[in-house]
């Protein structure tokens, strides 16, 4: 008996050790990327739990309210929604940037659409609301919003907006547009949708660039720790890499100096760099932000690696351009926004912007002015202003064209389009990024 059972354990060792083994690269790279940003999305969550669970405490929702399909007769009932767009996001804190330039872009597109007649003969209206940077200034909001009869929301890309704010506009079968955020949601409820570039796919678009069109093989990575969003890119780069037969021949982590049991070496770019000079990539990779990336960009060309440094869409700013000059050209980017484009309708949206704010347009404007053009559409073609037929119209379009690319929904409402692939080159004496591909 005894020998009977060590026999059992050692087959089930042998299973376990086997199927270790087996496993593909791409899980691999889930694991050790996924449980990283996981924990700090949970550390993000748990100051604002407390907060939200007490809001909620008591909260009876509407008898209307269904997330299963209806008939006619059971959407014959809803209350039917006036034709007002709420606007939530942080006008006044440390993230008040956000929540102006989502506030602006939505702006223009309203005063555009009541310029040429409303929505079906009807002035569209707009209220917009401040979240203060914070989730007591959010949840605050949303309950302003559902006593001032929204029908939809267009969200600021900022955490406390998409996270807080969700679950009660679903509840009241309030549409809620994120417009702009990059952080993984959940399915909250069908009235919740999105209209950023999704980050799987422009990973994807960048790394086939790289791979078919310049003929890269070989890929350095280097991460910045200290952002979650970075961490999140690499994963989804590394694995397109590995998926399509490629090589990762040095994989960097960089750590903030503050961060306790790291040595200095893992918290240096210098450092970090030496290692990927003997390794000869076609290309660096780094998914942080602009400043970090600069220096990078300025270490690579000072320590002699002339290969293009690889990046997302945090690297595609004037900024980034401004301060790295030379040392950043051939740098080679995604964006969910092309603001030199030539096509007549992106061309007349920046100057609009631009004679009305003073400014260019970025990603944020771009995507809000979309968002709330997006849901005028669906207002015009929906069968009623009943809540149900809103939410269906919205998630029925298709191909709409839209400033950051034509734009359709997937069954979970997040938008199908493709990324922009940018290159930065000098252009008239002038640094600046250049289209590659992703536009129609």
Excluded at 302 to 314: H, M, S, T
Excluded at 431 to 438: A, M, N, P, R, Y
Aim: glycine share 8%; hydrophobic share 35%.
């Amino acid at each position: 008996m005894l020998q009977e059972k060590s026999i059992k354990i050692i087959i089930l060792l042998l299973s376990i050790l086997l199927t270790y083994q087996g496993c593909n690269k791409e899980e691999e790279v889930k694991d050790e990327f996924d449980l990283k940003r996981e924990q700090r999305e949970k550390e993000w969550n748990v100051s604002g739990q407390e907060i939200m669970a007490k809001s909620e405490e008591g909260e009876r929702v509407s008898a209307e309210v269904s997330f299963e399909k209806k008939g006619e007769e059971e959407i014959s009932q809803e209350r039917p929604r006036k034709l007002r767009i709420g606007v939530l996001g942080p006008e006044t804190g440390e993230l008040s940037d956000y929540g102006l330039k989502t506030m602006r872009g939505v702006q223009l597109a309203a005063d555009e659409i009541n310029a040429s007649g409303g929505i079906n003969g009807q002035p569209l209206e707009i209220f917009h609301y401040d979240t203060e940077s914070g989730i007591a200034g959010t949840l605050k909001a949303a309950e302003q919003i559902i006593h001032d009869d929204i029908a939809a929301v267009i969200g600021s890309p900022t955490g406390e907006t998409t996270f807080s704010a969700s679950k009660k506009f679903n509840d009241h079968q309030i549409i809620f547009m994120s417009a702009g955020t990059r952080r993984r949601l959940g399915d909250t409820g069908p009235y919740m949708f999105r209209n950023t570039l999704s980050d799987v796919d422009a990973a994807n678009e960048l790394i086939d660039y790289c791979i078919n069109k310049l003929g890269m093989k070989n890929f350095a990575i280097v991460s910045s720790m200290n952002n979650d969003y970075s961490i999140t890119i690499t994963a989804l780069l590394k694995r397109s890499i590995l998926n399509k037969g490629y090589n990762i021949v040095e994989d960097i982590f960089l750590w903030s100096d503050t961060t306790a049991n790291i040595s200095k070496d893992d918290t240096s770019i210098e450092s970090q760099i030496e290692k990927i000079k003997t390794k000869n990539p076609d290309a660096v990779i780094y998914t942080g932000d602009y400043l970090e990336g600069l220096n990078l960009a300025k270490e690579m060309r000072r320590k002699g690696i002339r290969v293009p440094l690889i990046g997302g869409e945090d690297l595609a700013t004037e900024d980034f351009l401004k301060g790295g000059r030379d040392d950043v050209l051939g740098t080679i980017v995604y964006s969910g926004f092309y603001a030199d484009s030539q096509l007549a309708y992106v061309k007349n949206f920046v100057d609009s912007y631009k004679k009305k704010n003073g400014e260019y347009p970025d990603r944020i404007a771009a995507l809000s002015y979309d968002a709330l053009n997006m849901v005028a559409e669906a207002f015009r073609k929906a069968q009623s202003m009943r809540p149900t037929h809103l939410r269906d119209s919205l998630k029925d379009i298709t191909d709409f064209k839209g400033v950051t690319g034509f734009m359709s929904f997937n069954d979970s409402r997040e938008v199908k389009k493709n990324a922009f692939i940018l290159k930065a080159e000098k252009k008239d004496g002038r640094l600046k990024f250049v289209l590659q591909g992703g536009e129609a």
